[in-house]
């Protein structure tokens, strides 16, 4: 299993990103996936989660209305749109499989993910 995240970088605040995770090693589209990040110095902190047809989505409080997730499992990869970004979004952000199913434990349950991408690094700062 591979998950290996990119397009982070540095914007300013308001600006906007977005993150993809291509997988590999597993049938990407039996999998629900997730986004989560980790600032300096916190836990992680779970963003974002979708379910295997990319019909249901969730978000954290923190980002709704600004962050949309999606995938294409054609092409076996998740995306992320951050838009109106905060200099609080600052932090590493990771793409996690998850070993069950979104309607059978909650989506921020970080317990519930087996593997993880190397993450990639978003900014925002003036």
């Known amino acids: 299993v591979q998950l290996v995240e990119s397009g982070g970088g540095m914007v300013q605040p308001g600006g906007s990103l977005r993150l993809s995770c291509a997988s590999s090693?597993?049938?990407?589209?039996?999998?629900?996936m997730s986004w989560v990040r980790q600032a300096p110095g916190k836990g992680p902190e779970w963003v974002s989660a979708?379910?295997?047809?990319?019909?249901?989505?969730y978000y954290a409080d923190s980002v709704k209305g600004r962050f949309t997730i999606s995938r294409d499992n054609a092409k076996n990869t998740l995306y992320l749109q951050m838009n109106s970004l905060k200099p609080e979004d600052t932090a590493l952000y990771y793409c996690?499989?998850?070993?069950?199913?979104?309607?059978?434990?909650?989506?921020?349950?970080?317990?519930?993910?087996?593997?993880w991408g190397q993450g990639t690094q978003v900014t925002v700062s003036s």
């Open positions: 090693g597993f049938t990407f589209s039996s999998y629900d």
């Open positions: 979708v379910n295997t047809g990319g019909g249901s989505t």
């Open positions: 996690a499989r998850r070993t069950s199913l979104l309607d059978q434990a909650p989506p921020d349950s970080l317990r519930e993910y087996d593997y």
